[in-house]
């Protein structure tokens, strides 16, 4: 890749599916380490607080510091303390809501000032958005900690936040500031981390509008994999398109 320095690289989808490490990931990451290159993982994961996706890397045999994985309640925080305000109603699963403890009141009163919606699974219910709709009629503010349409499980395709987003809009005509990819605010967050510019940087995803859109809106290369939830109707489709399509992540050593 020319002039990379570094690499964004996504998660599920890109280094697992599931519970399952994708066949090369683990040595593809160990040779960009070795060869110097900084790095950097960006993950709409929100099911997840940062910690348990770290130990479930680790249980996977990736050597991954938990400094190194930046998931959008990072950059919900850093929305909330740049409003001053700190009273939200979570719209999540999982133990995601880990990462909004010393930050958030997570509460069920009258006075939200954001609802801040993820992949809830389950949780998303018919009351859940009720009452998420009524908080946002009553003056809260939309945080999206993604806006995905869909994703892979080893089950196959599940719908994402995006569906469910996209309603609370319709209904309140209240549009979500989206803190997850492919926001230029949660990009920036982790090149910074990183000591690089855009233009020294590329991003390997599975999600060619998130992943590869978000990276090339920022001015960083895009490198697409064809696994997780790689559909090659959608890239066919797409407006934007990628500097390079690999199979997996265990071809970056091809591209290199």
């Known amino acids: 890749m020319k002039d990379v320095r570094g690499f964004l690289i996504d998660l599920d989808g890109v280094l697992y599916v599931g519970d399952k490490a994708i066949k090369g990931a683990r040595e593809s990451i160990d040779l960009i380490r070795d060869r110097n290159y900084t790095f950097r993982?960006?993950?709409?994961?929100?099911?997840?607080?940062?910690?348990?996706?770290?130990?479930?890397?680790?249980?996977?045999?990736?050597d991954i510091p938990v400094e190194y994985i930046f998931t959008p309640p990072l950059a919900a925080v850093a929305c909330l303390r740049n409003a001053g305000k700190r009273h939200c109603y979570l719209l999540t699963t999982g133990d995601v809501y880990r990462d909004f403890e010393q930050e958030c009141f997570c509460d069920t009163g009258t006075m939200i000032d954001f609802v801040i919606i993820g992949d809830a699974g389950d949780k998303l219910t018919y009351d859940s958005l009720n009452t998420a709709f009524r908080h946002l009629m009553n003056g809260?503010?939309?945080?999206?900690?993604?806006?995905?349409?869909?994703?892979?499980?080893?089950?196959?395709?599940?719908?994402?936040?995006?569906?469910?987003?996209?309603?609370?809009?319709?209904?309140?005509?209240k549009t979500a500031t989206i803190v997850g990819k492919p926001s230029k605010t949660f990009?920036?967050?982790?090149?910074?981390?990183?000591?690089?510019?855009?233009?020294?940087?590329?991003?390997?995803?599975?999600?060619?509008?998130?992943?590869?859109?978000?990276?090339?809106?920022?001015?960083m290369q895009g490198i697409l994999v064809r696994t997780?939830?790689?559909?090659?109707?959608?890239?066919?489709?797409?407006?934007?398109?990628?500097?390079?399509?690999i199979d997996s992540i265990a071809q970056l050593r091809d591209i290199l």
């Not at 939830?229 to 390079?244: E, N």
């Open 41 to 62: 993982f960006v993950s709409n994961t929100t099911r997840k607080c940062r910690n348990t996706i770290a130990e479930q890397l680790s249980s996977m045999g990736f």
């Open 228 to 245: 997780g939830k790689y559909r090659k109707d959608a890239v066919d489709h797409a407006v934007v398109k990628p500097d390079c399509i």
């Open 187 to 219: 990009f920036e967050l982790a090149l910074r981390d990183m000591g690089l510019r855009a233009d020294q940087v590329a991003m390997i995803g599975d999600d060619i509008l998130t992943d590869i859109g978000g990276a090339r809106t920022m001015g």
């Open 140 to 173: 809260a503010d939309l945080i999206a900690l993604e806006k995905d349409r869909y994703w892979m499980a080893p089950g196959g395709l599940f719908l994402s936040a995006g569906p469910f987003v996209q309603a609370l809009e319709f209904a309140t005509g």
